[in-house]
């Protein structure tokens, strides 16, 4: 979708909003959808816009227009306002907690949005994605997800879209209680929006910093983060999001045991919650209103506040929300010694809180009583069977005797097997520990002989680099000096001349750049990212190429394992000698991403690219596989001939790394 209808859209949004009226933005939004003088793409996206806002009043009224914008969308062949509508179709289920399939409507609007290379909303479905993936306690996935809408948003630019994902981040590790890690990408989010004066957003991210300091008990921190929340608030007149600011600097306050401010704040949040309809800060305003009253022994204003505040919970049916009124209720009466009114909430709160227990103590006695109506059954049929046994008591000796007789027979029988079974099943253990053993043995020899091929391939390196550049090197310049101290009168042998100079000078430095390729980098005293690009210089020399390079965060991978450097520069070696030599690029990408327990690599070119079925037999890739295999890492080749050439590498951390350096 055209940017200036992204900027028209958004501009009707929040202008809706700044009024305080959903209505507004919704009665814009349908006269857009019936208006004759705007393209069908801006008629659709108008579409999704307002199947986005109305996920938050009529859930079956957004699926509606949803599914009526998906199908003028692919009526019209227009692929970037699809994967905007199942983006927003993944957000409406998961409003309603539906989140299996808020990622099958994420992993849709992603595939169409790589079909036209349209980054923006695949940036989008990724946010969405993470943050899907997050409710779930997916973290892996989540912050996977993340980190590739992170990486779009970066490659178009999208200052907003990159503040927005780090932000996400921060709640991310929010979640997980990893507080400083947290505050880390808010800080970084923080930053951005602020150059953008966005803020809108940067108060947000504020109370966000607020909270987690909040949640690590830094009582005094929060404060700070949530007062300058408010104060931006207030400048920027959005009076509708106070409220909860508020109420988390009223619930701080009374943490801090300054009850005055407390109550002070507590009764604005429930002022501009009621104002604004926002029943959930409403419940919990009270809430907090109470417990700050029975803290000041005024029990009973703080019975006014909570008894208002169960009847809401009630209402909206929050239950735990309803069990915290109940039990404040009756910690208020026990301080008033009023035991009798305490005593019934006390009820009420055990018997709100263990409802399911009852339940299922209910399901147990029906299984006792049936068990019981059982046993009398069986004991009915006995009576009828010891009558029968009166009449032909001999007649049921035999039977019995040689239905022993049988039972024991099949009773050794059973166990015989059932020891045989045994003995099967321990040697067959047996035997897959042992395949194992052998494996993990064969495994370690190959790695084993592998570092010793490399370091064996070092050395060979080192002498005939050292060879190249003292014999053939010095040979070839002699000759050049000998050719150059000829003088001659002939033109034509003049030229033939000149010819074999500028063929000895090509020769130069062709074994120049081999005896380069084949010496190991000198990473002890120098920075990897800065060998790297010494490297790539001195190759392209003085070809027109462009190359891009991003090494985050750069000093957490100065300080990885040098070993493991070594290997990365190989590799990069590898790639771009390729890039130039064979794909003929024009511009070569260098990204090197460190995360916890693994390093990314990606080389991508523009050059000619490659058949990529499998059957490649260059030694080049040969190695690069064998060294990543050696760190238990993987490798993903994307190229096409024509197509230019994408090479994902991750390469594990958490491997042994006292074996030599794999140069």
């Known amino acids: 979708m055209n940017i200036y209808k992204i900027l028209l859209l958004s501009g009707l949004i929040l202008w809706g909003i700044a009024a305080g009226a959903q209505n507004k933005v919704i009665d814009s939004l349908n006269h857009l959808i019936d208006s004759k003088d705007i393209s069908d793409s801006l008629r659709i996206e108008a579409m999704v816009e307002l199947s986005s806002t109305l996920r938050y009043s009529s859930f079956d009224e957004a699926i509606k227009i949803n599914d009526e914008a998906l199908a003028e969308s692919r009526k019209s062949k227009l692929i970037s306002t699809e994967a905007s509508a199942y983006i927003t179709r993944a957000l409406i289920h998961a409003q309603t907690g539906n989140l299996d399939s808020a990622k099958q409507f994420c992993h849709q609007a992603i595939v169409l949005s790589k079909r036209i290379a349209d980054d923006l909303h695949m940036a989008l479905a990724y946010n969405v994605l993470g943050s899907v993936n997050l409710s779930q306690g997916n973290y892996a996935n989540a912050i996977r997800a993340y980190t590739d809408g992170l990486e779009k948003f970066r490659s178009i630019s999208h200052e907003s879209g990159t503040a927005a994902t780090l932000n996400r981040i921060g709640n991310f590790y929010l979640k997980r209680k990893q507080y400083n890690s947290s505050r880390l990408y808010y800080e970084q989010s923080l930053a951005v929006f602020e150059k953008l004066k966005r803020y809108d957003q940067v108060t947000g991210i504020l109370n966000n910093i607020g909270v987690s300091y909040y949640q690590e008990n830094n009582f005094s921190k929060a404060l700070e983060y949530f007062s300058r929340s408010t104060k931006i608030l207030e400048q920027i007149n959005m009076p509708e999001k106070l409220a909860i600011r508020e109420l988390n600097i009223g619930k701080t306050n009374t943490h801090l045991e300054k009850y005055q401010e407390a109550d002070h704040y507590l009764k604005k949040a429930l002022e501009h919650a009621k104002k604004y309809n926002d029943k959930k800060v409403m419940c919990q305003s009270l809430l907090n209103l109470g417990i700050l009253k029975r803290l000041q022994h005024d029990d009973t204003s703080a019975i006014l506040y909570l008894k208002e505040g169960l009847e809401l919970a009630k209402n909206m049916h929050d239950h735990d929300t309803e069990i915290e009124f109940y039990e404040t209720i009756a910690k208020s009466y026990a301080q008033q010694n009023n035991y009798e009114r305490a005593y019934v909430y006390y009820q009420k709160f055990d018997f709100l809180k263990d409802s399911l227990l009852n339940l299922e103590k209910d399901r147990e006695v029906l299984i006792l009583q049936n068990q019981f109506e059982a046993k009398q059954n069986e004991q009915k049929i006995s009576l009828l069977q010891h009558e029968a046994e009166k009449k032909n008591i001999i007649l049921l000796a035999l039977i019995i005797g040689s239905i022993l007789?049988?039972?024991?027979?099949?009773?050794?029988?059973?166990?015989?097997?059932?020891?045989?079974?045994?003995?099967?099943?321990?040697?067959?253990?047996?035997?897959?520990?042992?395949?194992?053993?052998?494996?993990?043995?064969?495994?370690?020899?190959?790695?084993?002989?592998?570092?010793?091929?490399?370091?064996?391939?070092?050395?060979?390196?080192?002498?005939?680099?050292?060879?190249?550049?003292?014999?053939?090197?010095?040979?070839?310049?002699?000759?050049?000096?000998?050719?150059?101290?000829?003088?001659?009168?002939?033109?034509?042998?003049?030229?033939?001349?000149?010819?074999?100079?500028?063929?000895?000078?090509?020769?130069c430095e062709e074994v120049r750049m081999i005896s380069h390729n084949l010496i190991p980098p000198v990473?002890?005293?120098?920075?990897?990212?800065?060998?790297?690009?010494?490297?790539?210089?001195?190759?392209?020399?003085?070809?027109?190429?462009?190359?891009?390079?991003?090494?985050?965060?750069?000093?957490?991978?100065?300080?990885?394992?040098?070993?493991?450097?070594?290997?990365?520069?190989?590799?990069?070696?590898?790639?771009?000698?390729?890039?130039?030599?064979?794909?003929?690029?024009?511009?070569?990408?260098?990204?090197?991403?460190?995360?916890?327990?693994?390093?990314?690599?990606?080389?991508?070119?523009?050059?000619?690219?490659?058949?990529?079925?499998?059957?490649?037999?260059?030694?080049?890739?040969?190695?690069?596989?064998?060294?990543?295999?050696?760190?238990?890492?993987?490798?993903?080749?994307?190229?096409?001939?024509?197509?230019?050439?994408?090479?994902?590498?991750?390469?594990?951390?958490?491997?042994?790394?006292?074996?030599?350096?794999?140069?």
């Open 405 to 507: 007789l049988i039972l024991s027979m099949v009773l050794v029988l059973i166990n015989y097997n059932n020891k045989q079974k045994s003995l099967r099943l321990i040697h067959t253990q047996k035997e897959e520990i042992s395949r194992q053993k052998i494996t993990e043995l064969i495994k370690d020899q190959e790695l084993n002989s592998f570092k010793n091929k490399l370091e064996g391939q070092e050395n060979e390196r080192k002498r005939i680099a050292q060879e190249l550049h003292d014999g053939i090197g010095g040979t070839l310049a002699s000759i050049k000096m000998n050719l150059l101290g000829l003088k001659t009168d002939d033109g034509s042998l003049k030229d033939r001349l000149n010819d074999i100079t500028l063929r000895l000078d090509n020769a």
């Open 523 to 663: 990473l002890h005293n120098s920075a990897l990212t800065e060998v790297i690009k010494n490297f790539v210089n001195e190759v392209i020399g003085t070809r027109n190429i462009v190359v891009n390079y991003e090494f985050y965060p750069k000093k957490q991978i100065e300080a990885i394992d040098k070993n493991i450097q070594v290997d990365i520069y190989r590799i990069i070696q590898e790639l771009v000698t390729n890039a130039i030599k064979h794909g003929k690029a024009q511009e070569i990408s260098i990204y090197l991403t460190m995360h916890d327990d693994y390093v990314n690599l990606m080389v991508e070119d523009d050059g000619t690219g490659f058949r990529n079925d499998g059957k490649q037999d260059g030694i080049g890739l040969k190695n690069i596989q064998s060294r990543v295999a050696a760190l238990d890492g993987k490798i993903t080749i994307d190229t096409n001939i024509g197509k230019g050439t994408n090479v994902i590498i991750d390469l594990s951390l958490s491997h042994d790394k006292a074996v030599p350096a794999h140069s």
